[in-house]
């Protein structure tokens, strides 16, 4: 099974293929699947899930939004759309790590 972040990058190289539509809101269901996935094979978590969970706070912080919205829908409020909010998300990602 490849890491966290292995299958993002794969991800950005292939959205179509991993999400169907390239969009924000289903990347963040395929990751949130992937963990689910893990923790119910007990799988333990690793240093970049462990590293991700992060990743919403930091978005938070980076937008200044202090209401929960998930990283998902503040990076969508920010974007033209689906789609170019997912290529915003791999930019940040990369900042982020």
């Given at each position: 099974m490849s890491s966290l972040y292995d299958l993002i990058r794969k991800i950005q190289k292939r959205p179509s293929f991993?999400?169907?539509k390239p969009s924000v809101c289903n990347l963040r269901s395929c990751i949130s699947g992937y963990i689910l996935a893990r923790r119910e094979l007990g799988i333990?978590?690793?240093d970049e899930e462990r590293q991700f969970t992060e990743f919403q706070?930091?978005?938070q912080s980076k937008f200044h939004i202090s209401?929960?919205?998930s990283w998902d829908k503040i990076i969508l409020f920010y974007s033209e759309d689906?789609?170019?909010a997912l290529d915003s998300f791999f930019k940040l990602f990369e900042?982020?790590?």
């Open positions: 991993y999400l169907g333990f978590q690793t706070t930091w978005i209401s929960s919205q689906e789609h170019s900042e982020f790590t």
